[in-house]
């Protein structure tokens, strides 16, 4: 019988994000201060033996779900074969992967052929100086890159835009004529204040009911839900096969049904984006535990799961960026 993991809130818990590195080649102003330091020494980062322990763990604990993220996930060398193990975990349902894309052309086929089944792909315009200003990197690798991910067949293919005031907020329409050309599905997402970079970025917060009643102005938004997807609230574009989604941390928070922890590279188990609660599982795995006292720390740990993230009731908590949690 498949078990099941639940939090003292009665949130079933099935869905691991495995940052595989922390960093990254681009450098997203709201993720990442110039000045940014803080990594974690490749010494202590997990190795894949010890990747795929952790994550056989999760499994049988009733855990279907792991995406692989960063940092920039494709920097992680091998990264095909850390997905070939995982993926080859039984009743592990659905391996995705988030990246910026940037790198996948060369490798796109082998990342399919490995197991990797969807794309979260960030793009936050298709206006190269206006990329360049976000991400000090060229948007033409991005935009090649995801042609040769939809060419393999990676099905679907999201596109995450943070959208920000003064920055990308008049662009929707036109990214999502592009999603829409390309059968890509969109989701915005609200700016989160994590982090140095984060906190500077509140200035250009948006809160995305106002640019959802934009939208519905030109189309008919009619609600659906969709498989794995997420804290995304989706919508369909009436007489079209176009999707969209809404991620919003901020104005109107899913805190109450997130099935979500996160692990970072170096093997802290984060249980809330928003809030510092960690458990340190790389220590407990060099200790030499066994695997049920592993599954045993894990249940510990969800045991531990904060109610709520507190992003906009207390904005100036300034908790890991992105880049160090696993985005
Ligand atoms: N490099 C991969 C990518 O580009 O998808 C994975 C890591 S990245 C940190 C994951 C996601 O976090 C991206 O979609 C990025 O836009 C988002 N992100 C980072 N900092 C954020 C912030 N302060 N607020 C909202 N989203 C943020």
Redo the contacts with the bound molecule.
């Keep these: 019988m498949k078990k099941i993991l639940h939090d003292r809130f009665g949130r079933k818990i099935e869905y691991l994000r495995l940052s595989v590195t922390d960093r990254?080649d681009?450098k997203?102003d709201?993720?990442r201060i110039d000045s940014f330091k803080d990594y974690s020494e490749k010494e202590s980062w997990l190795n894949f033996d010890e990747i795929e322990r952790i994550v056989r763990a999760f499994v049988e604990l009733g855990v279907g779900h792991v995406r692989l993220?960063?940092?920039?996930?494709l920097l992680r060398k091998n990264i095909d074969h850390l997905a070939q193990r995982l993926s080859s975990i039984d009743q592990l349902t659905d391996l995705s992967l988030?990246?910026?894309c940037s790198r996948i052309e060369s490798m796109a086929d082998r990342l399919y052929r490995s197991g990797v089944q969807r794309l979260?792909?960030?793009l936050?315009t298709l206006n190269p100086d206006t990329f360049y200003q976000i991400t000090k990197s060229d948007l033409s690798s991005v935009l090649t890159g995801l042609q040769a991910a939809k060419k393999v067949g990676f099905d679907p293919i999201r596109i995450?835009t943070?959208v920000m005031r003064g920055v990308n907020d008049t662009e929707i329409e036109q990214i999502l004529d592009y999603c829409s050309e390309n059968s890509f599905t969109l989701r915005l997402?609200?700016?989160?204040?994590?982090?140095q970079?984060?906190q500077d970025?509140t200035r250009r917060y948006i809160d995305l009911q106002e640019i959802k009643k934009s939208l519905q102005k030109k189309y008919n938004l009619i609600p659906i839900v969709l498989p794995g997807g997420g804290p995304a609230r989706y919508y369909h574009i009436a007489d079209s096969d176009i999707k969209i989604g809404f991620i919003t941390?901020l104005s109107q928070h899913f805190c109450d049904t997130c099935n979500r922890i996160r692990l970072t590279v170096d093997g802290i188990l984060h249980t809330c984006l928003g809030q510092e609660h960690e458990y340190p599982l790389r220590d407990i795995i060099r200790h030499g535990v066994s695997d049920k006292e592993l599954k045993q720390h894990i249940m510990q740990a969800i045991a531990l799961k904060p109610e709520k993230h507190e992003f906009k009731e207390n904005p100036t908590i300034s908790v890991r960026?992105?880049?160090r949690t696993?985005?």
């Design positions: 990254c681009m997203c709201y993720c993220t960063g940092g920039e996930p988030s990246t910026n979260n792909v960030s936050d995450n943070v997402i609200e700016t989160m204040p994590m982090g970079a984060g970025s941390p960026s992105m880049t696993g985005g």
